[in-house]
């Protein structure tokens, strides 16, 4: 009997839809945590920090996880985990005294859940039969852009049909998509590379320049999309003096669909576009975007780029990691562990140093330094074709 890929296909796009929930939802109970709980914002902020540590932390296990457990039970535990901690994260505030360990419990469960779905899914899918691989990385990052968006979108409807006061009954409606998709999972068939399925990996990774590059790449792809996506609102609120709502709307929302349509437009016409001109061409509209944003005197200009910079930054993060894949062929799970360990350094690096520069001296000045991370990234991808390039004529 022909096994459906496309069943699999549609179980690892519900599963980074998964991982958008988990990294958008609390954030927006921040306001409440605060005024309701009495949880300082500094407090809260720690909460980001904890779920994206815990998330490096797991990336870089991942790969005896995976030995141990194999792919498609690796796949399933983390959804086990991810429905766990978005349910607890609505029982445990409420039962507990210590409301602010209840929440810090919840995010570490689900934080662990999101750093396997990181892991796990885009290897599933780049090791499935298919032409377009670079294509099929971008459409499945695409839906972590469209979870994004629904998680927000949503949740603000939520917050308007039962009131703000209800959010716990919001999480427990989150809860029941990585529960849902863990039963569709079950059935999904999954191709495991040979060297997988005997428990060799290829470590000579670690003697080609080639893989470090690759690494700090992940690392700025990583950091060029959130030290935009971060601040997008509060750059919305103070240079438009714009309410909450209308802010995330404008801002993150806006990244959000703009990031979501570049991986879905490289995702259909992905095969005939060579994946490391497409990523030359991000990167520098990226490096262009940041400076307008920084330097241009109309605020409202500088807005436009915030969501040009989100289909900007599409390619960066599925091309790394499909350029990495095509380079070294049997790096399996443990590079694409690393890869997103350092994907996810840069995730916390990017608004970090963003958020460092902008208190001294403003959010302008804060994405201006920000800027040296998609430069870098230009640089890197043409010493990658030049190297490549001379390769052929030899």
């Known amino acids: 009997m022909t096994k459906n890929y496309n069943y699999t296909r549609v179980c690892c796009y519900i599963g980074y839809f998964v991982q958008a929930i988990i990294n958008n939802f609390?954030?927006?109970?921040?306001?409440?945590?605060?005024?309701?709980?009495?949880?300082?914002?500094?407090?809260?902020g720690t909460l980001i920090v904890i779920n994206f540590c815990t998330q490096i932390a797991v990336d870089i296990i991942s790969v005896k996880i995976i030995d141990t457990v194999g792919y498609k039970n690796t796949a399933l535990l983390a959804h086990v985990l991810a429905a766990t901690g978005l349910?607890?994260?609505?029982?445990?505030?409420?039962?507990?005294?210590?409301?602010?360990?209840a929440i810090i419990i919840s995010v570490l469960f689900y934080a662990f859940g999101s750093g396997l779905i990181e892991v796990i899914i885009s290897p599933i899918i780049e090791y499935l039969p298919s032409s377009g691989k670079a294509a099929s990385m971008s459409l499945l990052h695409s839906f972590y852009c469209w979870g994004q968006l629904v998680?927000?979108?949503?949740?603000?409807v939520?917050?308007?049909?039962?009131?703000?006061?209800?959010?716990?009954?919001?999480?427990?409606?989150?809860?029941?998509?990585?529960?849902?998709?863990?039963?569709l999972f079950i059935k999904a068939p999954i191709v495991v590379p040979e060297s997988e399925r005997e428990h060799k990996r290829n470590k000579d990774i670690f003697?080609?320049?080639?893989?470090?590059?690759?690494?700090?790449?992940?690392?700025?792809?990583?950091?060029?999309e959130l030290a935009v996506s971060q601040w997008a609102s509060a750059f919305a609120e103070t240079a438009l003096h714009l309410?909450?709502?209308?802010?995330?709307?404008?801002?993150?929302?806006?990244?959000a669909l703009f990031m979501g349509t570049g991986r879905v437009i490289y995702g259909v016409i992905g095969e005939k576009i060579n994946i490391k001109l497409a990523m030359l061409f991000c990167a520098v509209l990226c490096f262009v975007s940041y400076i307008v944003i920084a330097l241009s005197p109309s605020a409202m200009v500088s807005l436009i780029f915030c969501a040009i910079c989100g289909f900007s930054v599409s390619v960066m993060w599925p091309g790394t990691l499909s350029m990495s894949a095509a380079r070294f062929v049997t790096g399996g799970a443990l590079?694409?562990?690393?890869?997103?360990?350092?994907?996810?350094?840069?995730?916390?690096?990017?608004?970090?140093?963003?958020?460092i520069i902008a208190d001294k001296f403003g959010l302008n000045k804060g994405f201006l330094l920000s800027a040296i991370f998609p430069l870098f990234m230009i640089f890197v991808i043409i010493y990658l074709i030049k190297k490549d390039s001379i390769a052929k004529t030899r």
């Open 207 to 224: 003697k080609e320049a080639d893989f470090y590059i690759m690494l700090l790449v992940m690392l700025c792809a990583g950091a060029s």
């Open 151 to 156: 998680t927000v979108l949503l949740t603000t």
């Open 87 to 101: 349910t607890l994260l609505a029982i445990l505030p409420r039962v507990m005294d210590n409301t602010y360990l």
């Open 243 to 255: 309410d909450k709502a209308a802010g995330d709307l404008l801002g993150p929302c806006a990244f």
């Open 158 to 183: 939520l917050f308007l049909a039962i009131g703000i006061k209800n959010w716990s009954y919001i999480s427990l409606i989150w809860a029941t998509v990585p529960f849902i998709n863990l039963f």
């Open 26 to 44: 609390l954030p927006l109970l921040f306001v409440t945590f605060n005024t309701g709980y009495g949880i300082s914002l500094e407090r809260l």
């Open 335 to 355: 590079m694409f562990g690393l890869l997103a360990a350092f994907g996810d350094l840069g995730c916390s690096a990017g608004p970090w140093v963003t958020g």
